[in-house]
């Protein structure tokens, strides 16, 4: 199991940026495809975007053009930035691994982050 650790997280104002990080350890980083959820207060949990091994990343249409997901391979740790962030953005995401990004599409992931806090004032 591949333990992750996100940090980053905190109170930013609307329009404002924030990046996110996501570190492994254990299992090779470079064989996993890793992806970010968010749980806004009240809602169930939602994907943001995923990236495979390979750097190919994708999102849900409520963040492309404002969200990059990313990941250094030789450092285990991947990252998502968030510009232009907006108070629906509000949430605490999470970092999650799995075997293929397919899988995030139903919420399946073999590990999972303990979470980071994002506010967003208006």
């Known amino acids: ?10 109170l930013v104002q609307t329009g404002g940026s924030l ?5 492994a350890s254990a299992i090779v980083f470079s064989t ?3 992806a970010w959820f968010r ?3 009240g809602k169930q949990r939602e994907l943001v ?10 999102y849900v249409y409520s963040v ?12 285990n740790t991947m990252y998502l930035q968030m510009n232009t962030l907006e108070p629906e953005d509000t949430a605490v995401y999470y970092c999650a691994a ?4 397919s899988a995030f ?3 399946l992931a073999n590990s999972w982050g303990q979470g980071t806090q994002v506010t967003v004032s208006r």
């Open 1 to 10: 199991q591949v333990h992750l650790v996100e940090s980053g997280g905190g």
């Open 19 to 23: 990046r996110l990080s996501c570190s």
């Open 32 to 34: 996993n495809a890793m």
């Open 39 to 41: 749980q806004a207060p």
């Open 49 to 58: 975007g995923t990236i495979t091994t390979g750097g190919t990343a994708r």
């Open 64 to 75: 492309k053009g404002r969200f990059t997901i990313s990941r250094d391979n030789a450092k």
């Open 98 to 101: 799995g075997p293929a990004v």
């Open 105 to 107: 599409d139903y919420g």
